[in-house]
């Protein structure tokens, strides 16, 4: 089997993940707090209009903006209008009305003029010092939406903006794509959990809690299955539960060595693998496999109990390595989780960045290095956290982002210009955004 660059086994991935818009099992409905960052599957419309009449954007007064071509003018206030109180007189030439933010603009006025320009004379009496124009400081009835208008399109990830819109329909509950579930199992005889007495022989599963974290960054709450020891048998036992869920990240174990019983076993079970090798530093030996379920003919597949027996399970073989977990996650499983999710903006935000020092590489695969960021005038620069071993996660832990160095690189000299991804945020892009 071949190496596959990031580009294409991403793209592979996210070929195997995709459903079609149309199947209602994706979506689900959820109350508007648990609403946030999951992607809309219906139309939302407007269900009046906002504002539903004409408001003053102002504390201050609503004239007749004729009556002031003379300033400055005096006129008569005939009624004090609050946010939420219906005005009922008519204001005539000559006349006014207090009026607070808010508040519906009367009739017969065509303005409003904000209080800093006004004296008040009496209680019933007010200078006003400057003309205005017609329509000033008034915001108009249906000028943010109208009623039946679609404000928020299908497809549109739901921010804290969105979320402000939503309420503002009455959309207490909203139609939603569905999240994927996920199960993380990491596997290994020397590993030892967080929970376990500290042997020196031994060494710290990190890999099933940082996924966690990455996993619970996009919004998704994952099911920790636990270390799995390098054992065919018992290996299966967990594979097995892990299939259950739609996607089973497994850690460890998906290498050549006569103990990565990973690849092996999952195959048993009915997996078809779809690739192992990818060009990439750190990352390799990175696996993907489909279930494909509701097929009768294959008997393997009946082994697996189904959760939901008309969606597939993706599993993501990762390298045990943490740093290569990790740095596969983002290039690989987040994509296809925000995927699944129904996001279109899919792969983390990348930036350019100026080198701060020089950069060895070794010609042939792409090579993820991580780097913490400064800005100055110029832009962006970029520099390395330090030792970049694969099994040195600190280097992950102090980086803001993963800068790429394209394969067919001899080495990048303080300087040059890169790209790097960001690791941060909620922010994410169309396409991969680097040069393999
Ligand atoms: P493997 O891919 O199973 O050959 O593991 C590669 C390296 O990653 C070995 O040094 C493992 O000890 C280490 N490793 C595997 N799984 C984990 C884990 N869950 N947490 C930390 N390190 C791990
Ligand atoms: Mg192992």
């Not at 800068?403 to 690189?409: C, E, G, K, L």
Request: with cysteine; net charge negative; charged share 20%.
């Amino acid at each position: 089997m071949e190496y596959l660059t990031v580009r294409n086994a991403q793209q592979l991935i996210l070929d195997a993940v995709s459903m079609p818009a149309t199947d209602q099992k994706r979506v689900e409905n959820v109350s508007i707090e648990h609403a946030l960052w999951r992607v809309l599957a219906e139309d939302v419309r407007a269900n009046r209009d906002i504002p539903p009449y004409d408001v003053s954007a102002m504390d201050g007064y609503a004239v007749r903006s004729a009556d002031l071509a003379n300033i400055p003018a005096t006129l008569e206030v005939i009624e004090d209008i609050r946010a939420g109180d219906m005005p009922d007189k008519i204001v005539q030439a000559g006349q006014c009305a207090r009026i607070m933010t808010g508040a519906p603009v009367p009739d017969g006025v065509d303005a409003v003029i904000r209080v800093e320009e006004t004296a008040e004379l009496t209680e019933n009496k007010v200078q006003i010092n400057c003309s205005v124009k017609p329509a000033n400081d008034i915001r108009a009835r249906g000028e943010s939406m109208l009623t039946g208008e679609v404000v928020l399109a299908a497809g549109t990830e739901i921010t804290p903006g969105v979320i402000g819109i939503l309420a503002t329909v009455k959309c207490a509950h909203v139609q939603v794509y569905r999240q994927p579930r996920v199960a993380i199992l990491s596997t290994g005889d020397e590993l030892e959990d967080i929970d376990d007495p500290v042997d020196p022989n031994k060494i710290p599963n990190a890999n099933s809690y940082a996924l966690m974290a990455q996993v619970q960054a996009l919004g998704i709450k994952p099911a920790l299955l636990g270390i799995a020891r390098d054992d065919p048998v018992e290996l299966e036992e967990y594979l097995q539960r892990g299939l259950k869920f739609d996607v089973l990240l497994v850690s460890g174990g998906t290498s050549v060595g006569v103990h990565d019983y990973v690849r092996p076993t999952i195959e048993t079970l009915g997996v078809q693998m779809k690739f192992w090798r990818v060009a990439m530093k750190p990352g390799h030996p990175m696996a993907f496999g489909v279930l494909q379920r509701n097929k009768d003919t294959q008997g393997s597949e009946h082994r697996i109990k189904q959760q939901n027996a008309s969606s597939n399970a993706f599993v993501f073989g990762l390298p045990g390595n943490p740093v290569s977990s990790m740095v596969c996650f983002e290039q690989f499983v987040a994509p296809a989780l925000r995927g699944m999710m129904g996001c279109t903006r899919l792969n983390r935000r990348t930036i350019t960045a100026r080198l701060t020092g020089n950069v060895k590489h070794r010609a042939g695969r792409a090579e993820f290095i991580r780097v913490t960021l400064s800005k100055d005038e110029e832009g962006y620069q970029a520099t390395s956290t330090g030792a970049q071993g694969s099994g040195m996660l600190l280097s992950m832990a102090k980086a803001d982002g993963l800068m790429v160095v394209p394969a067919n690189s001899d080495g990048l000299a303080a300087g040059e210009q890169v790209t790097v991804q960001l690791l941060d945020g909620t922010d994410f892009q169309n396409d991969v955004g680097f040069q393999e």
